[in-house]
């Protein structure tokens, strides 16, 4: 016998519905749905309309428990009813969007929108509590790109990247590259290889090989664990201490305590500000200025004048 053979009522159309229950053991996505305007109707699950579905493929989108469905039933039989869709009471809708071309999509912690302007198009995703401890907003519009993880802001567009972590700034533009950081900031390296000008305001520490092709000026306490190799000019303002071979092509003038374990090459000139202590060979091409205590283990080669208080020339070593 069918519906229409027993002769009892049929309900067309769309009726206004309330979830009373989204968990489905049958896992099809099934809502236990109320109906006000049908009381007479029992509590029952309605089958989804999704948009697209298949074999381990398609749309799956839960209304939360409350949430208010619009329901039909298949054939007009109350016992087959169908959620087709959602709505929203004054004051429902995310507020986000808050503009036609403002296309959302939110769970609450997750939140994405689409804005497709002309010319001013943008996305935003957000993800935020309780879904998620630290709060991240991924920006994109017509200009920049911009991530946002907690404190720490990563900026990119057409001219630079830059990166903001609390005191620390990093920004990349074809120009340079700008780093300020409030604490230390250590390169370790098998090898480092610079080529131009370089100048530090500050202690310098490097554990490696170091290759500089160009000028360096550094102001202030500088130790290097590994050989030294600079093609530039250098002026150092403040102690000096290096654990392997130094090779300078260029001038040098340090200020401050000279210490090298290893073999030493400069040239044309080197003025040295304060004591020196050399553990290997020096040559120098050029004139070779010590104001301070000179102390050199090994062969001492200097192609120019010597000018040293505690240093005779002819002797063989800086003593």
């Avoid at 590259?177 to 080529?195: C, F, K, S, W």
């Avoid at 290759?211 to 030294?228: F, H, K, L, Q, S």
């Avoid at 305590?257 to 202590?277: K, N, R, T, W, Y």
């Amino acid at each position: 016998m069918t519906l229409l053979d027993s002769h009892q009522p049929r309900y067309w159309g769309k009726y206004r519905g309330r979830v009373v229950n989204n968990i489905d053991e049958l896992g099809l996505n099934r809502l236990l749905v109320a109906v006000p305007t049908l009381p007479a109707l029992a509590e029952s699950y309605a089958m989804p309309c999704a948009p697209y579905g298949g074999f381990q493929v398609g749309m799956v989108l839960t209304p939360q428990i409350g949430a208010n469905v619009w329901v039909e039933f298949e054939n007009g039989d109350p016992a087959y009813p169908v959620w087709t869709g959602c709505f929203w009471t004054e004051g429902e809708k995310p507020v986000l969007a808050e503009l036609p071309t403002q296309q959302v999509f939110t769970t609450g912690s997750f939140t994405m929108m689409v804005n497709d302007v002309p010319g001013e198009a943008e996305l935003l995703i957000t993800l935020t509590p309780p879904g998620f401890e630290v709060p991240v907003t991924l920006s994109v519009n017509s200009e920049v790109c911009t991530l946002t993880v907690g404190e720490a802001v990563f900026s990119v567009n057409a001219e630079e990247a830059s990166a903001v972590m609390e005191s620390t700034n990093v920004v990349m533009t074809p120009e340079g590259l700008v780093v300020q950081a409030a604490g230390d900031v250590n390169i370790t390296a098998p090898e480092t290889t610079i080529e131009g000008n370089v100048s530090v305001t500050g202690a310098v520490e490097v554990e490696g090989n170091t290759d500089i092709t160009g000028a360096v000026e550094i102001e202030g306490n500088v130790e290097i664990a590994g050989a030294v190799e600079i093609e530039g000019d250098s002026e150092i303002l403040g102690a000096v201490e290096v654990e392997g071979d130094v090779e300078v092509l260029g001038a040098v003038e340090v200020e401050g305590d000279l210490s090298v374990i290893g073999a030493m090459e400069a040239g044309p000139e080197v003025a040295m500000f304060g004591a020196c202590e050399i553990a290997g060979d020096l040559s120098v091409v050029g004139v070779a200025d010590v104001i301070g205590d000179a102390s050199v283990v090994g062969a001492i080669e200097v192609a120019g004048a010597v000018v040293s208080g505690v240093y005779t020339p002819g002797l063989g070593n800086i003593m």
